[in-house]
Nanobody
């Protein structure tokens, strides 16, 4: 059993910053890929950023240059530093972890950006 717990969401004004964290716990040896996804009301879930075990990163086009994903393998934790936030970044942000061939998801954390 693997659990993912996100934290760090909240309400911020446009142009502000937030830093999300995702801690993985449970029975596993290592995590392959870690990623952040988001889902806005009435929209499909979309990828925000991902990072491999070796540190290679990939970003969705809407956040390129504003968001930065990182991970601490010793702490089984992923981070998402979000800068220059826009109202269109408002969504529930979900953490994803791929362990072997299985994807695990957190419950999500709400990010609201006011204009």
């Amino acid at each position: 059993q693997v659990q993912l717990v996100e934290s760090g969401g909240g309400l911020v004004q446009a142009g502000g910053s937030l830093n999300l964290s995702c801690v993985a716990s449970g029975s596993f040896i290592s995590i392959s890929d870690l990623g952040w996804y988001r889902q806005a009301p009435g929209k499909q879930r979309e990828v925000v950023a991902s990072i491999t075990n070796s540190g290679r990163t990939n970003y969705g086009g809407a956040v390129q240059g504003r968001f930065a994903i990182s991970r601490d393998n010793a702490k089984n934790t992923a981070y998402l530093q979000m800068n220059s936030l826009k109202p269109e970044d408002t969504a529930v942000y979900y953490c994803n972890a791929r362990i072997w061939v299985t994807d695990y998801w957190g419950q999500g954390t709400q990010v609201t950006v006011s204009s």
